[in-house]
């Protein structure tokens, strides 16, 4: 084995235990430490995300066996499980190619990277939810940007002063953000403080803020807002969406799409 290469195998062996030893790693920290250039750490971090030893996250790696990407989800994931699906599969066409796009953590946004995933479509994705990383992760035609953060407390997603501070420095396309509920006078509705503030930056750092939720979603609040109803670009829901609220959020000048 040539010198350098068998330099570069000892190289990515420690970065690996390294991964283990802690959350995650900066590459500018990992250039200082091993004295090569960023641009070799960064090929060292793609090849061990190749095999599965480390992810990605906003300016560095993480370690892959770190997180459990076998969630349960509970029932609110398999309540209106189709409609979610038509709902995705709407979302996802809206998707040009070389986008960059938001997508926060909720189950209908994970099935939104479920459809993302199978497409062709060449596209950046930056969230903050580790259960849509783990669908996103090895797919050729998308490029996954993981936000720092501290991990939540039975939540598989990061929030946190440092998610924010990369959000504010961050910009995107289009931001796909899920809702607990839409109230076509007061906008939509988060269920906690955490959740509420990463959407409301997600949508506030985009060009496009698109939230998608099921129809039983609409007419409803929830624990916190996180858009006032002038900032959503637009609403994608299923057929089953009350006329008269569909109609109340078009004359808000919100373009809705039934799936």
């Known amino acids: 084995m040539p010198r350098s290469s068998a330099q570069g195998s000892k190289r990515r062996n420690q970065l690996a235990n390294l991964l283990k030893a802690q959350e995650n790693v900066s590459t500018s920290e990992l250039a200082n430490r091993f004295q090569v250039s960023e641009m070799t750490i960064r090929r060292d971090l793609?090849?061990?995300?190749?095999e599965?030893?480390?992810l990605p996250y906003y300016g560095g790696a993480l370690a892959a066996q770190r997180i459990t990407f076998e969630f349960e989800f509970d029932v609110s994931h398999r309540t209106?499980?189709?409609q979610k699906k038509r709902i995705a599969r709407t979302a996802a066409s809206q998707v040009k190619a070389r986008q960059t796009l938001f997508l926060d953590t909720g189950t209908t946004t994970l099935e939104l990277a479920k459809?993302?995933?199978q497409s062709d479509v060449e596209m950046t994705v930056i969230t903050a939810s580790l259960v849509i990383a783990s669908e996103l992760w090895a797919r050729g035609n998308i490029r996954l940007q993981l936000l720092g953060g501290?991990?939540?407390g039975g939540n598989p997603d990061l929030a946190g002063p440092l998610t924010e501070i990369m959000l504010e420095r961050l910009t995107a396309d289009v931001a796909f953000l899920g809702s607990d509920g839409v109230d076509p006078e007061r906008g939509s509705f988060a269920s906690d403080v955490e959740t509420a503030r990463i959407a409301e930056r997600m949508g506030a750092c985009s060009k496009q803020t698109i939230v998608i939720c099921d129809s039983s979603k609409?007419?409803?609040t929830g624990?916190?807002?996180c858009l006032k109803i002038d900032e959503i670009d637009m609403l994608i829901t299923d057929k089953g969406a009350n006329a008269s609220l569909v109609r109340q959020l078009t004359d808000r000048r919100v373009k809705v799409k039934r799936a």
């Open 46 to 50: 793609k090849q061990l995300q190749n």
């Open 52 to 54: 599965g030893i480390a």
């Open 80 to 82: 209106h499980l189709a």
């Open 115 to 117: 459809s993302l995933a």
């Open 150 to 152: 501290q991990v939540r």
């Open 218 to 220: 609409l007419g409803r």
């Open 223 to 225: 624990a916190v807002r």
